[in-house]
């Protein structure tokens, strides 16, 4: 978890084959799962979160490809360590964008 903002963005752009400058949030995780951080772009510049557990570990599991899509709901039960086992979801309505 040694890399910042121009580390993280080239890892977004070359390895996750994502737009940084997308305002999307990229969640990083170490290999212990004790130190997580988050960049994303506002309108002004680069923003990195960082949250380092002194106790425990974040219970994410990784996907095939190394990257994985969470929504807001998801990202609040994995920083307050809440495993759920089993998702459903029910239909919602959804604004197009």
């Not at 960082?50 to 095939?64: I, V, Y």
């Not at 086992?85 to 959804?94: G, V």
Request: charged residues 30%; contains cysteine; hydrophobic residues 35%.
């Amino acid at each position: 978890m040694r890399k910042s903002y121009d580390g993280l963005s080239a890892l977004v752009s070359k390895q996750l084959q994502e737009n940084p400058l997308s305002g999307q949030l990229f969640v990083f995780i170490n290999k212990r799962k004790t130190h997580m951080k988050i960049l994303y772009f506002d309108d002004s510049g680069y923003c990195i979160w960082c949250k380092r557990l002194e106790q425990g570990q974040f219970n994410f599991r990784t996907s095939a490809q190394g990257k994985r899509q969470i929504d807001w709901a998801q990202l609040r039960l994995l920083l307050d360590g809440i495993e759920v086992k089993r998702i459903r979801q029910y239909k919602r309505y959804s604004h197009p964008k």
